[in-house]
């Protein structure tokens, strides 16, 4: 009988939507592959913030309960190794066909109507879209709200304050997530929200880690380290958790990243494909059943038994559409695992016919008999496997089975803590990692059970290099520096999984130089790296943990800056209150130089007050950083022509206006205004230093003394105030003086004007020319009137253009040149080449003065 597909019908009937073609046309993907980037908003990962998902040696772990200070939680003490709630899926039977679907319940389930919440955010992402840079406008909020929470939590709650952190991320991340569904995974949106996911990983990880740090820390004074003899391998290991802070940090390590790879996995249980129910291999059994009733062969050979291990014993083949269920079968058989979820695997392989397989995953679990100990009559039940050696042993020898499918062999090497095997299906860094540390955790316990006499023959036949391994946690990132991944090499490097790595080292000397060698680089952090960074510097400040204390002021004031930049003012003075006293005045003051608008000015100051700053020292430094910013030699100016007012005097005007807001400041505005009007009066800037005058209230000499006198003293205010009391006096004196110069002079530079005009505009035919030609002509009398006109008119033109350029009468002076080149008054023909040379550098004069004060060189406004 030749094979052939219409030789062999399938037993089950499948229609377009369940063939293997379809299957591969389809969108949904029934597990991802470990490391793959998944849509990360299927499972919040706030639900995983107390309780980590089971893992290896879990169950054989009972928490230490000591009262502890109140730094771990508000209510009481959190337990540094925590269990996930299994009471909804320990209660499910094995056998239901539908327990996923009882497993995962929707977080919106139990509402009426959820088109609210889908419309909301539809509306949103919409809204987002719309901007330049959609994941930049989303998650802008953070920074504000991060100030927030920040300022909400007092010092003893710190762990409830990185709860609310990654409260915050996650939200924003479900928020991107409905932005990059519908911008695309190449968008700047995604690269945001991946920024987001991993510092949502990253606090997650900070608190697990710290809260058992912190508490190790608060009972060290307590713990002995006596260790009870016992024949239960249960009761060894959880010694061996509550005295170990290595082995019990790196569980919470593999905890960690496998409860990243839950949240990426998602509620899957939508996403099964799997076709057999309580069949295993039912395309290879139906062939089977048709060659039996045809009494054929085949030309392709196939598996003659169905028991588990025949494919392997008879070298033999399924049915091409086994293998491939089985192939997808044991991949997410494994992604389940790396996501700490094998009770779940186990009800997949239950769900699809493999009941053996998920008894093989079974055999991990510490033997402990409680008989032994209890002293009770009645029997209790037996826990774990009392073969767990053999089971182990034969799991190793799977995993080195070269003919096995990769995953499988991934599977038990997990297990049996055989790493190359597992490193083989491992393509992330954080994948690497939870293998690295899952088997460092196994290689420990197996040394304590041999160490304790209770290790198994079976388990003694490993290899050596695994029996005598040195696992530490530094020993692991030095091997992933060398890992032969390209990917795993490049995300090594990536900012977060630096810290991530220092984080679980406890090295932060190390991850402070390495903040300092970024904030050095020439590329800009992206932002809220950056606001990471800063928070997580102040988390380790409120632990009073010893850090680098340049480095920390460096992160602050780089976030600091970055908050000017974009604007965000009303957050720069909590930061800058974290700063040493002196930083902070230093910062803050540069901070307000730079806030021109008035409305703003008091906001910033009343900020800066509640920030707990030193307000009158940074407006001082405020003034005298813009006041002698001025590199001007203070030195007496010989010229008589009054200086016009530039923008950077005005900038020195307006800056007085510092210490004007708090009464309590107005001595030291009297200082600082009196300094200003000093250099303004050497340069001849009057009427810059009456704008710094009148800047002063009128009232300020009787509040200094009030002041004074308001806090009890009886003794004459101290020298440097009445001193600068008596300079403003002597100021005022001085520019009243100016003033009523300045009036009278307008009066008399008037009537000289009026006088001159009428001696160079003289009527009918000019000064000294004859009106009427019939009378006898006098040789001597013309030539002498001739000669005073080219010497009185030259020398009245110079003395009215003195007149008006000691005036500031610019624009005037320079109509006079209009007049002096008339023909209908030829005045120009009474000028010698040599005085017309000097009125025209005389007028040169003025149009400099006139462009010193922003105008064009004939006194008009300059046109854009």
Not at 317 to 332: G, V
Not at 447 to 472: C, F, I
Not at 750 to 779: P, T
Not at 846 to 855: C, E, I, K
Request: glycine share 4%.
């Amino acid at each position: 009988m030749e094979w052939g597909l219409s030789d062999l019908p399938s037993p089950v009937v499948r229609d377009d939507e369940v063939t293997v073609a379809a299957r591969r046309r389809r969108k949904k993907v029934a597990f991802p592959s470990p490391g793959s980037p998944v849509a990360s908003s299927v499972t919040p990962a706030r639900s995983l913030l107390r309780n980590t998902p089971a893992s290896l040696y879990r169950q054989a772990v009972t928490p230490r309960v000591p009262d502890v200070s109140s730094i771990l939680a508000s209510g009481g003490r959190t337990p540094r190794y925590t269990h996930t709630p299994r009471n909804a899926i320990g209660s499910l039977n094995l056998d239901d066909s539908d327990w996923t679907t009882s497993m995962f319940t929707s977080p919106v389930s139990g509402l009426e109507n959820t088109s609210f919440f889908r419309d909301d955010t539809t509306n949103l992402s919409s809204a987002l879209l719309k901007e330049d840079d959609p994941g930049d406008a989303a998650a802008t909020s953070l920074f504000p709200e991060f100030l927030t929470s920040f300022l909400k939590h007092s010092s003893s709650a710190v762990f409830e304050l990185l709860e609310d952190y990654q409260t915050l991320c996650q939200d924003k991340v479900d928020v991107l997530q409905s932005v990059v569904l519908r911008a695309g995974q190449n968008s700047k949106t995604a690269g945001v929200r991946w920024l987001l996911q991993q510092e949502n990983c990253s606090w997650r990880l900070i608190a697990s880690l710290y809260r058992d740090r912190v508490q190790l820390a608060l009972e060290d004074d307590m713990m002995t380290d006596m260790v009870v003899p016992s024949e239960s391998e249960k009761v060894v290991v959880e010694q061996l958790f509550q005295r170990d802070a290595v082995i019990r940090q790196s569980q919470l390590v593999v905890d960690w990243l496998e409860s990243i790879a839950k949240d990426q996995i998602g509620d899957f249980s939508d996403n099964i494909e799997y076709y057999a129910k309580n069949v295993c291999w039912e395309n290879t059994l139906h062939t089977l059943k048709m060659r039996r009733k045809s009494g054929g062969t085949f030309t392709v050979p196939l598996v003659t038994e169905l028991d588990p291990d025949a494919p392997f014993r008879q070298q033999r083949p399924l049915a091409d559409l086994d293998r491939e269920d089985d192939a997808r079968l044991l991949k997410n058989l494994f992604t389940l695992i790396r996501a700490g979820m094998t009770e779940e695997a186990q009800r997949l392989c239950k769900r699809c016919g493999q009941a053996w397989r998920a008894a093989t995953l079974e055999g991990w679990k510490l033997y402990h008999d409680p008989n032994m100990t209890s002293g009770s009559i009645e029997l209790q039940p037996v826990e774990g496997n009392p073969h767990r050696g053999i089971w182990k042993a034969c799991c190793w020898r799977m995993a080195e089975e070269e003919q096995l499918n990769r995953y499988e062999r991934a599977i038990y090497a997990s297990l049996s803590g055989n790493l190359k095997p597992l490193l083989a299906v491992c393509e992330s860094w954080e994948d690497c990692v939870w293998a690295y540390f899952r088997v460092m955790v196994d290689s420990l316990v197996e040394k304590d059970l041999m160490s304790s006499g209770m290790a198994h023959q079976e388990v003694e036949t490993l290899p050596r290099e695994y029996l005598e391994a040195n696992w530490t946690m530094e020993k692991v990132f030095e091997e992933l520096q060398a890992a032969e991944s390209k990917r795993v090499l490049e995300e090594t490097k990536e900012h977060y999984h630096v810290i991530q790595k220092f984080i679980i080292l406890g090295d932060l000397d190390g991850l402070l130089e390495e903040f300092s060698d970024w904030l050095t680089a020439s590329k800009p952090l992206p932002s809220h790296l950056l606001r990471f960074m800063t928070h997580l510097v102040l988390f380790f400040r409120s632990l009073g943990l010893a850090l680098k204390e340049e480095v920390c002021v460096d992160v602050l004031k780089s976030y600091v800056s970055l908050l000017i930049r974009d604007q965000q003012t009303d957050l720069v003075a909590s930061y800058v209150g974290q700063l040493p006293a002196e930083v902070a005045t230093a910062q803050y003051a540069a901070f307000l130089e730079a806030v021109t608008q008035p409305e703003l000015r008091p906001h910033c100051l009343q900020l800066a007050t509640e920030a707990g700053l030193d307000v009158s020292a940074i407006t001082k430094l405020v003034v005298e950083t813009v006041r002698e910013g001025d590199d001007t030699e203070f030195t007496h100016h010989s010229q008589t022509l009054e200086t016009t007012t530039n923008k950077e005097d005005q900038t020195k005007i307006d800056i007085i206006d510092w210490l004007l807001f708090d009464p309590t400041h107005r001595a030291e505005a009297l200082k600082q205004s009196n300094a200003i009007m000093r250099k303004f009066l050497a340069l001849q800037k009057h009427d810059a230093a009456k704008a710094v005058f009148s800047k002063v209230p009128e009232d300020s000499m009787r509040e200094i003394y009030c002041q004074w006198s308001g806090v009890g003293q009886t003794t004459p205010l101290p020298a440097e105030d009445e001193n600068a009391i008596r300079e403003h006096l002597c100021i005022r004196a001085y520019l009243a003086s100016l003033s009523a110069w300045s009036c009278r002079l307008d009066v008399l530079t008037e009537d000289v004007k009026e006088r001159i005009y009428n001696v160079l505009l003289f009527v009918d035919g000019g000064w000294m020319v004859d009106n009427r030609q019939d009378s006898e002509q006098d040789s001597d009398r013309g030539h002498q009137m001739a000669s005073l006109r080219s010497l009185c008119l030259p020398r009245l033109s110079f003395l009215l253009l003195s007149v008006l350029q000691s005036s500031s009468r610019h624009q005037e002076a320079l109509r006079l040149a209009d007049i002096v080149s008339s023909d209908q008054h030829r005045l120009y023909q009474v000028f010698s080449k040599e005085d017309l040379r000097r009125f025209l550098q005389k007028l040169r004069e003025s149009s400099l003065a006139l462009l010193d004060r922003g105008l064009d060189p004939l006194g008009y406004e300059l046109q854009p």
